[in-house]
């Protein structure tokens, strides 16, 4: 063995960090040839090699392209149940949210009692988080 291969085998480290950057073409040969001629158990070099450039970008459009569809295809099926959605402007929603604690959430309380509404409260609180 070379001195240079013993000193590679012996300055080998695992990595478990990566950089967002992707890696030249020249360099992502490199590597697909390395693998393509590494040992393998009982030489078998039966290993497959699988590529993924730019994952992160791939993955976050699945689940936004998906997020989209479910959507789409809830907003359908609450259209065919004759219900409207509304788009609120934040001044809307505000105005909402005041009518809310003003008016709606105290004649609940003189219902449900204070007590029942304070768990409520609670328990939106914490899934606001």
């Given at each position: 063995?070379?001195?240079?291969?013993?000193?590679?085998?012996?300055?080998?480290?695992?990595?478990?960090?990566?950089?967002?950057?992707?890696?030249?073409?020249?360099?992502?040969?490199?590597?697909?040839?390395a693998?393509?001629?590494?040992?393998?158990?009982?030489?078998?070099?039966?290993?497959?090699?699988?590529?993924?450039?730019d994952?992160?970008?791939?993955?976050?459009?699945?689940?936004?392209?998906?997020?989209?569809?479910?959507?789409?295809d809830?907003?359908?099926?609450l259209?065919?149940?004759?219900?409207?959605?509304?788009e609120?402007?934040?001044?809307?929603?505000?105005?909402?949210?005041?009518?809310?604690?003003?008016?709606?959430?105290?004649?609940?309380?003189?219902?449900?009692?204070?007590?029942?509404?304070?768990?409520?409260y609670?328990?939106?609180?914490?899934?606001?988080?």
């Amino acid at each position: 063995m070379t001195n240079e291969t013993l000193e590679t085998i012996k300055s080998r480290r695992s990595c478990r960090a990566y950089k967002p950057e992707q890696i030249t073409d020249e360099e992502l040969n490199a590597v697909l040839e390395a693998g393509t001629y590494a040992a393998s158990a009982m030489g078998r070099q039966s290993a497959k090699i699988v590529v993924v450039q730019d994952a992160a970008t791939q993955v976050c459009k699945e689940i936004f392209d998906s997020a989209e569809q479910t959507e789409a295809d809830g907003f359908a099926m609450l259209k065919e149940a004759g219900i409207e959605v509304l788009e609120l402007s934040d001044a809307d929603r505000s105005a909402i949210a005041q009518h809310v604690r003003e008016e709606v959430w105290p004649a609940q309380e003189e219902i449900l009692g204070k007590e029942a509404m304070d768990a409520i409260y609670a328990d939106l609180k914490a899934c606001a988080k």
